[in-house]
């Protein structure tokens, strides 16, 4: 009763109070945040701000010490419905010891128990077939995946999440070492996902590109009582600036940096 | 006489067929994973069940089959708990393995070491009619298997944590890899021998992914090379009165080697086409 209702509520995804600590040091405190429907989140922060580990922690690859994480309003420890929900991770494959083609890489989404015992639908194939034309490589499906370049790679990475055809789509840092024209069809990709009223959650280091479609904006930053200094709808604060738009002309990463204070 | 007049040659090759066509299934699962070793261990572990049945005159299959198990998941088990610790504690399963298989074998009244020979390498004529409906269970099994799981195999072969987040049960499906590998050893046992079966798992593989570009079909491919390598080397080993095991394994190696030759031009035609 209480999951339904608050997933009318609306949050896709929603943490309370969440800690993470490997070795007993902390690497998030205190995370509340919520992803609404249709909306498009950006999470910043420097280097070891815990990024990625929320991400982990939100899809359960990450036990977590305290707090609750929500996914479509169920508790993480009783969410079952995999299939509404696609990860890009941060690592590409890489070099595989048995070839791959780019089709069975982006075909590997609709894997799930629970189409186990099914053999693949026409419909899947055609998400499939869609999602690798929108990412622009089709033409290479048959090739190995690590024949690819590094971008390439990740827009098959991102196919393989389209082809999920999931309401929620988490990817972490998805444009690392990417050329401008790999983000350019990155770009259009989220802004696809936009109209189609996915829920997107974007890790970067780099707002410039995509500040045009982000609705909320989450900045992390490392050893704090609060992990989440910054929560809301762009554009950040000018004291935050050096988290998202550094590629140019800002001095290197950390060299901005506030001052921070150690957690007791 | 032609071989194939006499009934232990049949089962010989029904038996080789058997192995060599559905080893590299799993094996391309285990290379993907990097656990090429897995199954080389697997059937060090399996020779203390052959040791055991020497030494209570039972059939050596069936306490093959409860050993290699029992070392499968102990396997996926420790791998589980330790990446590091792990290696060393694979290590002493494997040598705890040989170990007790010729222990107990030289315990067995009559037998002596002798007997293992044939275990540890194949042998022609050992394999019993009692043995062929086991062998066809076992690989039974190994189909239906790959056919219901075979995609979530594949998805955590891939890349485990992303198979995770599709609901994969990925500690379970790993087990379910280590057991069907410990069952392709059992199923390898009588003609390939366990000191030799991992190889028919691995090399028809490595021959084939130098030339596929997709896993469907390196599987393919593998199999298809198995099934010929262990038939040929079976009956190379039957004229030149060698164990099936090493015939079968230095005809797959041969495929290997003419196979790497003939990818530099299939490489090349398809960068400059």
């Known amino acids: 009763m209480t999951a339904e209702r608050r997933e009318l509520d609306g949050a896709i995804v929603s943490t309370q109070h969440l800690c993470v600590a490997f070795d007993g040091a902390t690497v998030l405190q205190d995370v509340s945040i919520t992803l609404a429907p249709a909306q498009v989140t950006a999470l910043l922060g420097p280097n070891g701000s815990g990024k990625s580990t929320l991400i982990n922690a939100l899809v359960g690859l990450q036990a977590v010490q305290h707090g609750t994480v929500e996914l479509f309003g169920i508790p993480l420890g009783r969410f079952s419905q995999w299939q509404r929900l696609a990860l890009v991770p941060q690592h590409l494959p890489g070099a595989s010891s048995i070839p791959v083609s780019v089709w069975e890489t982006v075909m590997s989404a609709r894997i799930s128990p629970r189409r186990r015992w099914r053999p693949i639908q026409r419909s899947e194939r055609q998400l499939c077939t869609d999602a690798l034309d929108r990412v622009g490589l089709l033409h290479r499906r048959r090739d190995r995946l690590d024949t690819l370049s590094g971008g390439q790679q990740r827009r098959v990475m991102l196919a393989r999440a389209l082809a999920a055809d999931a309401q929620l789509l988490i990817l972490d840092e998805p444009t690392a070492g990417m050329d401008a024209q790999n983000l350019q069809v990155f770009v259009e990709v989220i802004a696809h996902q936009r109209e189609l009223g996915r829920t997107v959650l974007i890790v970067t280091h780099d707002l410039d590109d995509i500040e045009h479609l982000i609705d909320q904006a989450i900045v992390l930053e490392p050893s704090t009582d609060q992990s989440v200094v910054f929560a809301g709808p762009p554009p950040l604060p000018p004291s935050m600036h050096h988290v998202a738009h550094h590629h140019h002309e800002t001095p290197p990463q950390g060299a901005a940096s506030p001052v921070v204070a150690v957690d007791p | ?273």
């Open chain 2, 1 to 273: 006489m032609g071989l194939l007049d006499y009934d232990f040659m049949r089962r010989a090759l029904l038996a080789a067929a058997l192995i060599g066509l559905f080893a590299p299934l799993i094996g391309v699962f285990l290379v993907q994973r990097r656990l090429a070793l897995l199954g080389d261990g697997m059937g060090h572990v399996a020779l203390t069940g052959v040791g055991l049945a020497l030494l209570l005159r039972t059939a050596p299959i069936p306490t093959a089959m409860i050993t290699a198990a029992a070392g499968a998941f102990l396997i996926e088990f420790i791998r589980a708990r330790s990446r590091t610790a792990g290696d060393v504690a694979l290590a002493l399963l494997f040598y705890g393995g040989i170990a007790g298989g010729v222990l107990f074998a030289s315990l067995a009244p009559g037998q002596g070491t002798g007997t293992l020979n044939a275990y540890l390498f194949g042998s022609l004529s050992t394999v019993a009619a009692s043995d062929l409906i086991a062998l066809v269970i076992l690989c039974a099994i190994i189909v239906i298997t790959l056919v219901v799981f075979g995609r979530e195999m594949f998805a955590v072969s891939l890349d485990a944590q992303i198979a995770a987040t599709q609901g994969v049960a990925v500690r379970s499906i790993s087990t379910m890899m280590a057991m069907l590998a410990a069952i392709v050893v059992v199923v390898g046992m009588r003609t390939v021998g366990l000191l030799l079966v991992s190889a028919i798992m691995i090399v028809p593989v490595a021959a084939a992914q130098q030339i596929t570009r997709s896993f469907r079909a390196t599987a393919a491919l593998g199999s298809a090379l198995g099934l010929t390598a262990s038939v040929l080397g079976l009956v190379g080993s039957y004229y030149v009165q060698v164990p099936p095991g090493p015939a079968i394994v230095i005809v797959a190696l041969g495929g290997f080697a003419v196979i790497a030759v003939v990818a530099v031009p299939v490489r090349r035609y398809r960068t400059t086409r």
